[in-house]
């Protein structure tokens, strides 16, 4: 039945444009910082990303806003546009649990996520090949232990928008919300990076990806992955929850 | 004011998420004002607080709102307004009450302007109270103040031209989610514009004035004639938007 119903979300995600226009806004964003870091990059103060950090930089771009406000807007679109317009009831209908229509939505924004993150990786590191050659894989180690750190929040950050969007009732709604919560915690993680990286999860967004310049420990790197764990398996809980008592 | 215009500020000025907007934009700008002195985070965050504190500090903290944040959070808002309104065909109920289109969209556009306005001037008196919080009469400078409220009421000037822009894209679209996509393409072109060569589409362009008030000018003043460009412009604009509006209204098919 899951299966069955991840195809009709992906049936559904291949007729969205707004897909296919990530990925072309994606290739401007990285073929445009690969001009500047180009350009005269210690004039803009590149030269430290031109050719092995390139692939980082990108990450960097991805992760600061757009990426995460692409992800909401998906899961807007996909949980509170269908709920708003009544389509969240069909599948039901039909005989479908509550929890397997959860599970499939969940799954499929995941996917989502990793194709959107796989296709900033692999584009960033052709791009940077084709204006740097070989030195673009001078810090591969380095950019590889990024990568694989950052699928944490990113998994976390997925569960974070289904559950918000669980209780907005609308896209625009949700994006707002969205908006000043990425915001804020933006803000937080500039002042009280030192405290919040304790207890928020989103901080290690821009710490696994080097964002806000902090020296990465290896403690830290433990306690960022526990984090994200531990509030995956809360807000998993929390999506149920409120999934078994929506009305839909 | 017109029954209609008073219904709908009540309805937009009833939304919660417009006081957690202002409440965050009031911590944060609280934070910069207390938090960005220190070395470290001068450094961390790339500036320099003899150059952005005091009497630039207003002028420093405009960025964050104008420009990409506040357009986002205005076009969440008119999408809410509109878009989910027609959804929900609540937007044309008036009409059953014998209120022609026209006032509709009056009504509606009169309120997202003067919205778009008070949330910019609510932006400087937010900032202007930080900023006497953390340096006391010191931010008092006649020429600075008037230099900076001058940049925020053309700033103010420039959300009204985009909120028509956004009206349009609303009635045109009908749908929530595709304006939002056409407003954050908006805001790539507009970048994408201020940083080419092409002198003649920058002059032609609504988001070039803004851009040249806010960073080619920073923190010194905008010299009259871009003043009177950029609000030719805009008004230029804004009355094609506004013009388009009403045409695509009386020809909706509901």
Redesign the interface.
């Known amino acids: 039945m899951i299966i069955r119903l991840l195809n009709i979300q992906f049936a559904r995600l291949k007729s969205q444009k707004l897909f296919y226009f990530y990925f072309v806004l994606m290739a401007a964003i990285i073929i445009s910082n690969a001009l500047s870091c180009t350009g005269s990059p210690a004039e803009n103060g590149m030269e430290y990303y031109a050719g092995g950090r390139f692939p980082t930089m990108c990450l960097q771009s991805f992760i600061d806003i757009i990426g995460t406000l692409f992800l909401s807007f998906i899961v807007a679109v996909f949980i509170c546009g269908e709920r708003a317009s009544g389509m969240f009831k069909q599948p039901l209908l039909n005989g479908v649990s509550k929890k397997q229509l959860l599970l499939a939505k969940t799954i499929s924004i995941f996917i989502i996520a990793l194709i959107c993150f796989l296709f900033v990786i692999i584009f960033s590191i052709g791009t940077g090949f084709l204006f740097w050659g070989n030195h673009v894989f001078d810090y591969t180690g380095e950019y590889l232990l990024q990568v694989v750190l950052l699928i944490f929040p990113q998994m976390t950050m997925v569960l974070f928008l289904v559950l918000l969007s669980l209780y907005m009732s609308n896209i625009s709604g949700m994006m707002c919300a969205s908006l000043i919560i990425l915001l804020v915690n933006n803000l937080f993680s500039q002042f009280f990076g030192r405290y919040i990286l304790f207890i928020d999860f989103m901080y290690y967004l821009y710490a696994f990806s080097g964002y806000n310049g902090v020296v990465l420990k290896g403690w830290m790197i433990v306690w960022g992955v526990i984090l994200n764990i531990v509030t995956g398996v809360v807000l998993f809980y929390g999506m149920k929850r409120r999934m078994d008592n929506m009305v839909m | 004011m017109h029954p209609l215009t008073k219904l709908y500020a009540r309805k937009m000025f009833r939304q919660r998420?417009v006081y957690?907007?202002f409440a965050?934009f009031f911590?944060?700008s609280f934070?910069y004002a207390f938090?960005i002195s220190t070395p470290q985070?001068e450094e961390?965050?790339n500036i320099d607080i003899s150059i952005v504190g005091r009497e630039n500090f207003p002028e420093f903290m405009m960025r964050f709102y104008v420009g990409t944040?506040g357009i986002?959070?205005n076009v969440?808002?008119l999408?809410?307004f509109l878009?989910?309104e027609d959804?929900n065909k609540i937007l044309y109920q008036p009409l059953l009450h014998g209120e022609s289109r026209k006032r509709i969209i009056l009504s509606k556009t009169c309120v997202a302007v003067s919205m778009s306005m008070i949330f910019v001037l609510l932006t400087a008196f937010i900032n202007y109270t930080t900023a006497f919080m953390r340096w006391g009469a010191n931010i008092f400078k006649a020429a600075a103040i008037i230099r900076t409220l001058e940049k925020y009421l053309l700033s103010g000037i420039y959300m009204t031209a985009i909120m028509l822009f956004i009206i349009v894209l609303c009635i045109y679209t009908r749908s929530?989610?595709k304006t939002?996509?056409f407003v954050i393409?908006y805001m790539?072109m507009d970048s994408f514009i201020y940083n080419s060569d092409i002198l003649f589409l920058k002059k032609l362009w609504i988001g070039y004035y803004f851009n040249f008030w806010t960073f080619s000018c920073e923190y010194r003043a905008v010299p009259l004639k871009e003043i009177f460009g950029g609000i030719f412009v805009m008004g230029l604009y804004g009355i094609v938007f506004y013009q388009i509006s009403l045409h695509r209204t009386k020809k909706i098919d509901f």
């Open positions: 998420l957690v907007f965050c911590t944060a934070f938090l985070m961390m965050l944040v986002l959070f969440f808002l999408t809410l878009c989910e959804r929530s989610w939002i996509f393409v790539f």
